[in-house]
Nanobody, 121 residues
Framework: QVQLVESGGGLVQPGGSLRLSCAASGSIFGIHTMGWYRQAPGKQRELVASITRGGSTNYADSVKGRFTISGDNAKKTVYLQMSGLKPEDTALYYC???????????????WGQGTQVTVSS
């Protein structure tokens, strides 16, 4: 199994910055992609940003130019640097990983518990 532990959420004023971290652990053979999703009250969960093992990134249009995703393969950790935060960025942010566990070949999707980000004055 794979465990994802998120940290870094909190309350920030509009225009402020936060950095989220997510560390993966467990019997991991390899991680294909890691990323961040978010879900606001009454809305569906949506992709925020993702990064592949090779470093290719993908962003939601709403966060392009404000958020930056990065990863450390050796530490099995992904980061989301969020700047220029807006009230509409308020949501529960979930870490996601597609990983292959030792002894298997098929990647499986895993989720963290979520970390709250609130943007408010």
């Amino acid at each position: 199994q794979v465990q994802l532990v998120e940290s870094g959420g909190g309350l920030v004023q509009p225009g402020g910055s936060l950095r989220l971290s997510c560390a993966a652990s467990g019997s991991i053979f390899g991680i294909h992609t890691m990323g961040w999703y978010r879900q606001a009250p009454g809305k569906q969960r949506e992709l925020v940003a993702s990064i592949t093992r090779g470093g290719s990134t993908n962003y939601a249009d709403s966060v392009k130019g404000r958020f930056t995703i990065s990863g450390d393969n050796a530490k099995k950790t992904v980061y989301l640097q969020m700047s220029g935060l807006k009230p509409e960025d308020t949501a529960l942010y979930y870490c996601n990983a597609r990983a292959v566990i030792s002894g298997t070949v098929v990647p499986i999707e895993y989720w963290g518990q979520g970390t709250q980000v609130t943007v408010s004055s």
